[in-house]
């Protein structure tokens, strides 16, 4: 049975979700506007050589701790694998517990290549 959503809670809850997400194609305007981001791919350093989002600097799982690449003056935008893959919000919540500004990139690299977007090798 579906019940009536607290519309006060559907608003935080989609106000957060603009702040700290982003889609494909506006990822590839901010890159395209020069904008002051920092790209942060979670993904293992195979999967990354393989192909990644230009400028994106790797940082698999087993390296988090290191916190190299990541940025404080700018926003990360954290991607992984794809849209059911939780890896980059895993990633973005020990980010942020660090004092690091993010954001999640819904979809991940599999929805920014479905897009016919850019890929660096």
Same mark, same amino acid.
């Given at each position: 049975m579906i019940t009536l959503t607290d519309t /006060?809670?559907?608003?935080?809850y989609f106000?957060?979700?603009l702040e700290f997400t982003t889609g494909p194609i506006e990822l590839d305007?901010?890159?395209? /506007?020069g904008e002051s981001i920092n790209i942060i791919d979670v993904r #293992?350093?195979?999967d990354y050589r393989k192909g990644h989002i230009p400028g994106a600097t790797n940082l698999p799982s087993d390296v988090w701790d290191s916190l190299e690449g990541l940025?404080?003056?700018?926003? #990360?935008i954290v991607y992984c694998y794809?849209?059911?893959?939780h890896l980059s919000a895993k990633a973005c919540k020990f980010f942020a517990e660090q004092g690091y500004p993010v954001m999640e990139l819904e979809g991940g690299f599999e929805t920014w290549q479905q897009r016919n977007l850019p890929v660096e090798k």
């Open positions: /006060r809670k559907a608003v935080e106000e957060a979700k305007s901010m890159i395209e /506007r #293992n350093e195979e940025s404080r003056d700018r926003t #990360n794809h849209q059911q893959c």
